[in-house]
């Protein structure tokens, strides 16, 4: 029994030309890797990097902060730690 899909994919390959389906063929579905590999190729790829590095760097700092504010004794100190944690939180454009 056809699926939904392979009549679709079917319908695509009798309105494409030779060549074009070849090339259809070709395309396939990507896999999660292929697809973060996808991320770093091209032009701009080291604005992918370097996003990744910050966003790893700042992950650090916030998980640092989170550990120092149950940590600390003191309403100031964990008002600043707390203060550090929204920070990160309001930069990443959450808030």
């Known amino acids: 029994m056809k699926t939904n899909k392979e009549e679709i994919d079917e319908l695509i ?3 494409l030309s030779e060549d074009e ?3 259809y063929d070709q395309l396939g579905e990507q896999s999660i890797l292929e697809m973060v590999g996808g991320l ?3 032009r701009l790829k080291w ?3 370097l996003m ?3 966003m790893t760097i700042l ?3 916030g998980v640092f902060s989170l550990v120092q504010f149950f940590k600390v004794e003191g309403l ?5 730690w707390g203060r550090g944690l929204l920070s990160l939180y309001d ?4 808030a």
């Open 13 to 15: 390959h009798q309105a």
């Open 21 to 23: 389906a070849k090339f």
């Open 40 to 42: 770093f190729q091209g």
């Open 47 to 49: 604005i992918t990097a």
């Open 52 to 54: 990744m590095i910050i």
């Open 59 to 61: 992950f650090v700092i």
């Open 76 to 80: 100031r100190l964990m008002m600043t």
């Open 91 to 94: 930069g990443c454009g959450f």
